[in-house]
């Protein structure tokens, strides 16, 4: 039967719309199974292939003929929102993407997480949990290597797949994992999409085609999903951070597990490497996954206590000059840096905040939190620190010292030089990256650097 779904596309004009890391799987794939198909590419970037019977369109016009084609592959990098785009879907081009044939094509378990923040931690646990007690598991999607890379001709049957999912990989899909997972939503990615709604009915569909016997587990904190979760037609399972709401709980610093027998204490949230509370609820999700596999109160409390930060999600860097250094690249949105600044309440010195200014962001909120703690500086990067600094601003005269850069070498070097001894420095954008970096990676490595060559100057210099 998937052999069957994959020859519908033997006949198909076919474009693969966007060269990235998810296009050249495609491609790779289509390939592997039709070797002597016409295989179209097309991206805004200068892109090639060394594939002979692959075709490439480029540059500014790269859209202009996707009327030509039946079949497109469009990566989540490419918005629906593009003018060329609606009009190819008004004139009947079927749209689709690396998950949706992925879900048409997998005999494995598909275990789905989406949720504006805490996705990477989330799966990532998940796939140890699972593999912890011997479950044929692969941490797959933005975290892992793109999902078509894991099929064979066994299309991954008797495998666990636990899925990083993003809105954009989503929005195309019409068939939901089996077991889903909805952490948060926050407002993101408003330059993607026409409101908020679009977004929160781009994540929701991940549960959207649920049947009886999959599971949904979501978060009882937030209405919104809330809602979603009485429409759904799996078995649902929801976790909290408040006590005794949900069927897993955070309260006085330890995780409560409900089961047959009623509520149990999982895991102290002591023995727990994840740093912050908003950490405890990627927690919960997963441990709710684990039990619904089976998996024991004592083998999720040994994975979960076992369990090392992801990098660049609040990772130590290290001390230097008795400052301690803390990467939170991830932070994209204004309440993972609050978040990340409850974190070291009382001992944060310096703030590195900042970016891309993406529209429908908040910063009003995370002013005010900055402004609650004693810090001895705040570096701002452009567009969005200028933002930040005018609600500081709005909200009282008494700032703390606040210098804007362009580089982050000079972030460091302020910090190296204001920031008291015994204190943390927190590197934590509230924003995007893309404006002044290559993407969060390339924000964490300049830190890293620059930390290191600030240090060396001051013992050598």
């Known amino acids: 039967m998937r052999s069957d779904k994959l020859d519908t596309l033997l006949n198909k004009h076919i474009l693969i719309l966007g060269y990235g890391r998810e296009g050249i799987s495609t491609h790779r794939f289509l390939r592997k199974y039709f070797p002597n198909k016409k295989i179209y590419i097309a991206d805004k970037k200068h892109v090639s292939t060394d594939d002979p019977g692959a075709s490439i369109i480029c540059g500014e016009k790269y859209l202009d003929n996707l009327t030509n084609f039946e079949l497109v592959f469009r990566t989540p990098g490419v918005s629906p929102r593009l003018p060329e785009i609606v009009n190819a879907l008004e004139s009947g081009v079927e749209f689709t993407s690396q998950t949706q044939l992925f879900f048409d094509l997998c005999g ?5 997480v989406t ?6 931690t989330t799966t990532s646990l998940i796939g140890k949990i699972l593999s912890d007690v011997g479950m044929d598991v692969e941490v797959v999607g933005n975290i892992g290597r793109p999902c078509l890379d894991y099929l064979d001709e066994n299309w991954g049957s008797g495998k666990y797949f636990a899925f990083e999912l993003s809105s954009h990989q989503l929005s195309d899909v019409k068939i939901s994992p089996q077991v889903a997972i909805f952490l948060n939503i926050f407002r993101e990615h408003l330059d993607y999409y026409d409101s908020y709604h679009d977004y929160f009915q781009a994540k929701a569909r991940i549960t959207k085609y649920q049947a009886e016997g999959d599971l949904f587990v979501y978060n009882f904190d937030f209405g919104e999903i809330v ?4 429409q759904t037609n799996a078995r649902t399972k929801s976790f909290s951070l408040q006590e005794k709401r949900g069927d897993c709980y955070y309260s006085q610093d330890k995780v409560i597990l409900r089961d ?4 149990h204490e999982l895991i102290d949230c002591s023995d727990i490497k994840l740093m912050g509370v908003h950490n405890i609820n990627n927690v919960m999700a997963a441990s709710l996954v684990g039990q619904w596999f089976g998996v024991s109160t004592a083998s999720l409390r040994k994975s979960i206590s076992s369990f090392e930060p ?6 130590f860097v290290g001390k230097f000059g008795n400052i301690e250094f803390y990467c939170d690249a991830l932070a994209t949105i ?5 978040a990340a600044i409850d974190v070291f309440a009382g001992r944060l010195g310096g703030l590195i905040v900042g970016g891309l200014d993406r529209s429908g962001l908040d910063f009003s909120a995370l002013a005010k939190r900055i402004l609650e703690e004693n810090l001895d500086i705040v570096v701002l990067f452009p567009e ?3 933002k930040i600094y005018k609600e500081m601003a709005r909200i009282t005269k008494n700032l703390p010292k606040c210098e804007n850069v362009r580089t982050m070498a000079e972030a460091v070097k302020l910090c190296y030089s204001f920031v008291g001894k015994g204190k943390v420095c927190l590197l934590s954008s509230a924003s995007p990256s893309f404006n002044l970096f290559e993407d969060y990676r390339d ?19």
């Open 227 to 230: 809602d979603l979760a009485k």
């Open 260 to 263: 047959s027998g009623g509520g």
């Open 108 to 112: 494995g378990t598909v275990i789905g």
């Open 115 to 120: 949720g504006t923040k805490g996705k990477s």
């Open 443 to 461: 924000k964490s490595r300049q830190f890293r650097e620059s930390i290191l060559k600030e240090e060396n100057m001051c013992v050598f210099g």
């Open 310 to 315: 992801l990098a660049d999600r609040l990772d």
């Open 384 to 386: 969005t620190g200028g």
């Open 334 to 338: 204004p309440e993972a840096t609050v």
